[in-house]
C-alpha cells in the first residue's frame, strides 16, 4: 500500500520526526483547509507522539497541513503502515 502520485496526504506537521505512521484512509476524508479551500485526504501521516496524544487513534490526530504525493517521492518504506 503506497500513496500514489498526485494523492492528498494530511499530516500532524512533524515531517522531520522520526517514527512516522501511515494509515490509509478508506473511505478518503474530505477537510477544510484555514482558507477555505476544501481537500479529500486519501492519507495519513502523523508521528509516533502525536499518535499517543490522540489515544493511538489516527482519526483523533490533530491535521496541521496536507500535501500531494509526489510520484517521485520514495517509496514509503517503515514498517509501522496501518
Ligand atoms: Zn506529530
Known amino acids: 500500500m503506497q500513496p500514489k502520485d498526485g494523492d492528498v496526504v494530511v499530516h500532524c506537521?512533524?515531517?522531520?520526526a522520526?517514527?512516522?505512521h501511515?494509515?490509509?484512509l478508506t473511505p478518503p476524508r474530505p477537510f477544510t483547509r484555514p482558507d477555505h479551500?476544501?481537500?479529500l485526504a486519501k492519507f495519513l501521516i502523523t508521528c509516533d507522539?502525536?499518535?499517543a496524544t490522540a489515544s493511538q487513534n489516527?482519526?483523533?490526530v490533530l491535521i496541521r497541513g496536507d500535501a500531494?504525493?509526489?510520484g517521485d517521492a520514495p517509496l514509503w518504506e517503515d514498517p509501522t503502515v496501518h
Open 68 to 70: 500531494t504525493w509526489d
Open 37 to 39: 479551500t476544501k481537500g
Open 22 to 24: 501511515l494509515y490509509e
Open 18 to 20: 522520526g517514527l512516522k
Open 13 to 16: 506537521g512533524h515531517i522531520d
Open 58 to 60: 489516527p482519526l483523533r
Open 49 to 51: 507522539a502525536c499518535l
